[in-house]
């Protein structure tokens, strides 16, 4: 006879929260990606709370303290089971009621801490500047460790759906969806006639459970993405007096007076606004060269870059940069900063004096979206 086991709270909750797993993790690996990133992981924060607030109000097998059981009740299932004498549990066995609960309790810290990373490290989503980049450092950690550690408790959660499947010869996934199970209170029957025969099912889970056990890898090495298509960059967004995020329009001025007739020119979002006035004040001898401009022509690039400058910007490589100058620092050069030269350090005069590159302020060179202010790992190439 068939029982009704699974109500559809938690089925649905299931397999949104599986789906929402699955969206968090095939986006994880993407820069690009980031934005879908985090809804999933709103949704997966949306999910686990509801289904722990269901927990306590639920009846039946969805409530925890159905499932949720002691130490002793633990052991004895679990010595059990080793045993291959499984007693059978319409709703979740003590065993499994505990994986429940670290998955759930996993999803909402990873997600929260999802959130500091967020808006301390991108300076993005509902709780920007709400976070420092220091937080975002360490909330990262636990971000990845908790994924992480979901990722193994998916794989062990999907095995031991599999091992029901082939082996004990339920098919508790079709369970999850239609909520009923078969009202039997052992597996003997199930398994009374396991014989050579049934070898083949053996055979079968474990192939399954490979394919599970790689998946599970598989996600955890995803390899991150490739190089960005330059063409289509944009600017890094840039936050406006009123608190909105935007993206930089660049100033024309900027661009023909600066840009086209002097030099390749350093993006605006690499050095605070007060090295900025400063560059702007001292035109009469710009390192070492008269690049003397009219007023208005002067007031509408220092407006540009003083609004653009690394204070305003979102980019990882601003925050980067403000982080490693000390109080009272106005570098006219972001070559000099402590964080371009940690970061370059690696790179020798020879490497400059190359044909290709000639200079150290030669970002291009390398970082192909240089004059977009994007400096990503992936599109960095050192050229012959
Ligand atoms: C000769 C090649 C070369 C030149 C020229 C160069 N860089 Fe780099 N840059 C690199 C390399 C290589 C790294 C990566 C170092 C690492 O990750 O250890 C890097 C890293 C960076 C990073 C950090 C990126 C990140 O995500 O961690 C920033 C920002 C950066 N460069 C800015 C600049 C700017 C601004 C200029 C011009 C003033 C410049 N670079 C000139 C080779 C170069």
Redesign the pocket.
Same mark, same amino acid.
């Given at each position: 006879m068939k029982v009704k086991v699974w109500d559809i709270p938690v089925r649905l909750g299931h397999w949104l929260l599986a789906a929402s797993y699955l969206g968090v993790f095939l986006t994880s690996r993407s820069e690009r990606l980031l934005e879908f990133h985090t809804l999933f992981g709103y949704f997966v924060l949306a999910i686990a709370v509801l289904r722990i607030f269901w927990g306590f109000e639920a009846h039946g097998y969805s409530r925890f303290s159905q499932f949720v059981k002691g130490w002793k009740d633990v052991k004895v299932f679990l010595i059990k089971a080793i045993k291959l004498d499984l007693p059978r549990y319409l709703g979740h066995n003590p065993a499994v009621g505990w994986l429940i609960i670290y998955m759930l309790i996993a999803s909402v810290v990873t997600a929260l801490s999802g959130i500091v990373v967020y808006s301390g490290e991108e300076n993005r989503g509902f709780f920007t500047g709400y976070f420092t980049y220091d937080a975002a450092v360490y909330a990262r950690m636990v971000h990845e460790f908790f994924a992480y550690s979901m990722v193994g408790m998916v794989v062990v959660h999907i095995s031991a759906a599999l091992f029901h499947d082939f082996i004990l010869r339920e098919n508790i996934i079709l369970s999850m969806l239609t909520g009923t199970k078969e009202d039997e209170h052992s597996y003997d029957d199930r398994i009374s006639h396991l014989g050579a025969r049934e070898g083949r099912h053996a055979l079968r889970f474990a192939v399954f459970l490979l394919v599970t056990v790689l998946g599970g890898l598989s996600l955890i090495f995803l390899p991150p993405e490739g190089k960005s298509d330059i063409a289509s960059l944009m600017s890094p967004r840039i936050r406006t007096s009123k608190g909105f995020l935007v993206h930089i329009k660049p100033s024309k001025a900027w661009q023909s007076e600066c840009g086209m007739s002097c030099h390749d020119v350093? %993006?605006p979002t690499?050095l605070p606004a007060d090295s900025w006035r400063k560059i702007m004040g001292g035109l009469s001898n710009h390192f070492g060269e008269d690049a003397g401009l009219s007023e208005d022509l002067k007031k509408e690039i220092l407006d540009y870059l003083t609004v653009s400058s690394a204070e305003h910007s979102t980019s990882?490589?601003s925050m980067?940069?403000l982080r490693s100058l000390s109080k009272g620092d106005v570098p006219l050069?972001?070559?000099i900063i402590p964080?371009?030269v940690e970061?370059?350090s690696?790179?020798t005069d020879a490497?400059?004096k190359?044909p290709s590159?000639v200079?150290?302020?030669?970002?291009?060179?390398? %970082?192909p979206g240089?004059n977009v202010g994007s400096?990503?790992?992936r599109d960095?190439e050192?050229?012959e």
């Open positions: 350093l %993006h690499l990882e490589a980067k940069i050069r972001v070559t964080f371009w970061k370059h690696d790179l490497d400059y190359k590159i200079s150290k302020s030669n970002c291009k060179a390398c %970082h240089a400096f990503e790992d960095i050192i050229p």
